[in-house]
């Protein structure tokens, strides 16, 4: 089971970002796939999740900015990340759930995580 993310870095406020995660080692249809994302000093938060019906779900914080993807065919899932602010600037996680059906995105729902994609977001 391996999950990669790329295209992390650094923004000025108001830009964008795309975030890729690869996934391999799973029947990928049947997993839920999440962002979790953790800035210094802080706790894990939940930022977005993908289903393997492709119900989706996103923290009232980004909401509007941000949009979850995923293509089959690739294994593959995205977060883009439109008018990005300072307090964005974190370290994202792609993780994965083998229930396949998650709820808000409760870090500690997912088995397996990748090994994250630093995000910083200049004011």
């Known amino acids: 089971v391996q999950l990669v993310e790329s295209g992390g870095g650094s923004v000025q406020a108001g830009g964008s970002l795309t975030l890729s995660c690869v996934i391999s080692?799973?029947?990928?249809?049947?997993?839920?796939i999440g962002w979790i994302r953790q800035a210094p000093g802080k706790e894990q938060e939940g930022v977005s999740r993908?289903?393997?019906?492709?119900?989706?779900y996103y923290a009232g914080s980004v909401r509007g900015r941000f949009t979850i993807s995923k293509d089959n065919a690739k294994n593959s899932v995205y977060l883009q990340m439109n008018n990005l602010k300072p307090e964005d600037t974190a370290v994202y996680y792609c993780a994965a759930g083998e229930s396949g059906h998650i709820g808000p995105v409760d870090p500690s729902k997912f088995d397996y995580w990748g090994q994250g994609a630093q995000v910083t977001v200049a004011s």
């Open positions: 993908i289903n393997s019906d492709s119900s989706t």
């Open positions: 080692g799973f029947t990928f249809d049947d997993v839920a």
